[in-house]
């Protein structure tokens, strides 16, 4: 339907350009129906239906994973097409940009449902392609093509490894159709492999960097920062969804990292590199969106994180809630610059609060009570509400990451609940605590159920959380370190903010040197220029050594 | 082997590509540029053909050094016309992956026919733009998106034809030469496509992107376009028709 309406409006161009935005509207209010129509009817019937077109490729494979992604990627595009209909009424090419936004829509779609590994790497490359457009519909932007042809490379860069792998699993089983694929990995899992490594491991490890680069993971993460300068219709459709493929590649290859466990402990440390890296990159910029395009880097390492561990179909909703949050910021991201522009936000001084505003004075809760709730009351909500809806998860060691990592959410909720002056500071507490719980209790229940929608083969979903396991002495001894590491960074931070002299802005060399990297963003952009410039300066020797000829 | 060395001239390898790109920067007429551009190739297939010969091993590695090298060059070439034809020696020295394994003749013509087309419609545009503006070099005249719109669409259009974007037929064959070949030779291949695709992108930010210079030029004629349109339309719909045969 979103082809079928790129078509019309290329056909139809001479007419006025809101006619073709409100046709393009229709059309995706039609695939957004048509989605859910999809998900009753899996309901209804709970079997994967594989269509195919006799011709060898084209098939569509219509199993959980493709039906919920489906679903997501119609619901973004609507509320994109609906938002760019007013926002974009001033831009040059605007029916162009509603051409390409249906012809992105319709490769998504044909991505996250292609049966076949052809169609899979046509979608794969065309959404790179059409991307670059997107990012560079404004073509007098200089910067806006510079950014958009970063986008593009790495996107490049990635699809090579995805068209290795499916060469090597064509090689070894002979067929192209991903349901028959699966089979024969789950029939013949120790084919002969490549250079003397296990070939479902080779292949794992070309998804997993194909996914990478897609998902803007470390290193492969300098351009997503810097996609601002595409329309902001276009941030928000690439955040809320173009950027989750990765986590949608590994989870449609899952019977592949079943038979791949090293990969996965790959997954896991890239994901948690790039979370780490790109929480702190977000902590330090100045520009809205440029922080939300950060946050977005670190919310794709935590997915990684979580398909690391064998959570696959957690990994699912993440990108899921991850994606209609991040859409509803960037749409909103104008709206908060604005009243930016009113407000200060700074708080007011207790003296002014209670002598001009004859309010009371502000307070805060024992630290010793906060620091107990802080340590306990997360580790009892998420501990008891997973062992209640399903006490053998807890057992597994990916959900005891995830527990974990859950735990220093809520602490850090907690924590920073604390530091707020508040005229009733016992209140707030039993209010965020009331709130966290019903998250809590809420995620629970609903990742259960999904879980068990996503992956109703229960032997594989257990087998992922078993392949992503490591022997139990170093996982303890990981969990202690990283808790230990943790613990003692909030108690570094606490006191150094408690001692800290606001008057006194000075810093010591170590943090300058520390705040240059961050600003620099590690220099990675700045070795891939270096590197480019390199191979254009080959580029030119070579054609002055040939005469140009 | 002496039939073979004639084929790597009309196939062209490098170094014996250099009369190939040589005779191309000497002829004027864009028409001319694209007869070679077409007819070369399939002289090239004729005469590898009339050779009865298994190609030796070697050959194959030489023309995928050969594709690299050619591929590698396009990135500092500012010229259309002359990106066009290190373009084509590029994409046919590839043709001898598939003459090596055993590709059937009439399959070779048509594989050498796709992959030479974008090359010679680029130089046509090439011509175009040089009756314009008396050359046509990315970045000369930025941002044409603007003063040539239809030039520019036709451009684009014919660029991602030429670096094998999915659904044209170049796509579909570069896909199966690699389906075919073990895991060294695909990578290389890959690499080379890697490289047509960033250099594709500096020809269209030479050319499309970047402001407006406003100049007052005239634009294709909508005759030219509709030509254009129906010959990348079949062409688009020979890359569907390629496909169902890939695997």
């Known amino acids: ?35 859910t129509l999809l998900l009753f009817a899996y309901l209804g019937t709970s079997s994967p239906t594989w269509l195919t077109t006799g011709l060898g490729w084209g098939s569509l494979y219509l ?51 292609a049966g076949d590994f052809i169609t899979l790497l046509i979608a794969w490359h065309l959404i ?33 490894p995805l068209v290795l792998a499916a060469v090597l699993l064509y090689q070894t089983y002979d067929t192209i159709a991903l349901p028959t694929l699966f089979e024969r990995i789950a029939a013949a899992p120790n084919a002969p492999g490549v250079l003397g490594f296990s070939l479902l491991e ?33 941030s928000a459709l690439m955040h809320a969804g173009i950027v989750n493929a990765g ?52 919310q794709m390492g935590f997915m990684f994180v979580e398909l690391g561990v064998g959570a696959f179909s957690l990994a699912i909703y993440h990108l899921i809630a991850h ?111 009331l709130s966290l719980a019903i998250v809590v209790v809420g995620y629970t229940l609903i990742e259960h159920n999904f879980d068990l929608f996503m992956y109703p083969d229960r032997e594989l979903s257990e087998r992922l959380y078993a392949a992503a396991s490591i022997p139990l002495a170093t996982f303890g001894g990981l969990v202690t370190l990283v808790t230990i590491a943790i613990v003692v960074g909030w108690i570094a931070a606490y006191y150094t903010m408690a001692n800290r002299d606001p008057l006194d802005g000075r810093t010591g060399n170590p943090r300058m040197a520390l705040y240059s990297l961050f600003s620099r963003e590690f220099y990675v952009a700045d070795v891939y220029s270096r590197v480019s410039e390199t191979v254009l300066a080959l580029s030119k020797r070579f054609n002055i050594w040939s005469r140009w000829v | 082997m002496l039939l073979l060395l004639i084929a790597c001239l009309l196939l062209p390898l490098f170094p014996l590509s250099m009369p190939f790109n040589a005779l191309l920067g000497r002829l004027k007429r864009p028409g001319l540029r694209l007869a070679v551009v077409l007819i070369t190739p399939q002289l090239g297939i004729l005469v590898l053909n009339s050779a009865a010969q298994p190609i030796p091993e070697g050959f194959t590695t030489w023309a995928l050094a050969s594709a690299a090298f050619y591929a590698i060059r396009l990135l500092s070439v500012r010229d259309l016309a002359m990106w066009a034809g290190f373009l084509a020696t590029s994409a046919l020295a590839l043709v001898w992956s598939f003459a090596a394994g055993g590709t059937a003749p009439v399959e070779l013509h048509l594989i050498a026919f796709a992959l030479s087309l974008p090359p010679a419609l680029l130089m046509l545009l090439a011509g175009t733009l040089t009756r314009r503006f008396g050359a046509a070099y990315a970045g000369l005249h930025g ?83 509709a030509g254009y349109s129906i010959l990348l339309t079949l062409f688009l719909i020979a890359g569907l028709g390629i496909a169902g045969g890939v695997l």
């Open chain 2, 143 to 225: 941002g044409l998106a603007r003063c040539l719109p239809k030039w520019s669409r036709l451009l684009i259009l014919v660029v991602l034809a030429a670096i094998a974007t999915p659904v044209f037929p170049g796509f579909f064959i570069l896909l199966d030469l690699v389906f075919r070949a073990d895991w060294p030779a695909a990578s290389a291949i890959l690499f080379v496509w890697l490289i047509w695709s960033w250099a594709g992108t500096r020809v269209l930010q030479g050319f499309v992107f970047e402001p407006c210079q406003r100049v007052e030029v005239r634009d294709v004629r909508p005759a030219a376009v």
């Open chain 1, 202 to 234: 080779v292949v794992a490890l070309l998804i997993a960097v194909a996914a990478f680069a897609r998902s803007a993971q470390f290193p492969f993460h300098t351009w997503l920062p810097y996609t601002m300068e595409g329309p902001t219709p276009v």
């Open chain 1, 128 to 160: 790179g392609v059409l991307l670059y457009f997107l990012l560079a519909h404004n073509t007098q932007r200089p910067a806006a093509h510079r950014y958009a042809f970063w986008t593009f490379f790495t996107y490049r860069l990635g699809d090579l």
């Open chain 1, 247 to 298: 986590g949608f590649l590994l989870n449609r290859f899952a019977p592949v990292f079943v038979e791949a466990g090293v990969v996965l402990h790959l997954v896991f440390a890239v994901g948690l590199i790039t979370a780490v890296l790109g929480s702190v990159l977000m902590l330090t910029q100045n520009d809205i969106k440029k922080s939300l395009g950060y946050s977005t880097m670190g």
């Open chain 1, 1 to 35: 339907m979103p082809m079928v309406s790129a078509l019309a409006i290329a056909a139809l161009s001479a007419r006025p350009g809101r006619q073709l935005a409100r046709l393009s509207v229709f059309l995706s209010g039609a695939t957004f129906a048509l989605a």
């Open chain 1, 63 to 113: 199993d959980p994973l493709s039906i919920i992604m489906s679903l997501l990627v119609a619901g973004i595009s609507l509320v994109v097409h609906v938002y760019s209909v007013r926002y974009m009424a001033e831009e040059p090419g605007y029916a162009r940009f509603f051409a390409l936004l249906d012809l992105m829509t319709a490769a998504i779609l044909l991505l996250v449902a």
């Open chain 1, 323 to 433: 994606g209609l949050f991040k859409g509803t910021m960037f749409l909103g991201a104008g709206g908060v610059i604005g009243d930016a522009r009113k407000h200060d936000g700074v708080p007011h001084e207790d003296v002014y609060t209670l002598v001009v505003e004859r309010k009371p004075v502000a307070a805060r809760l024992p630290w010793m009570l906060a620091a107990a709730i802080t340590v306990v009351v997360p580790f009892l909500l998420l501990g008891l509400s997973h062992w209640l809806v399903d006490s053998d998860f807890v057992g597994q060691q990916g959900a005891i990451v995830l527990l974990f990592f859950g735990w220093v959410t809520g602490a850090q909720l907690l924590f920073a609940t604390h530091r707020l002056r508040v005229e009733s500071p016992s209140r707030l507490m039993v209010l965020i605590i």
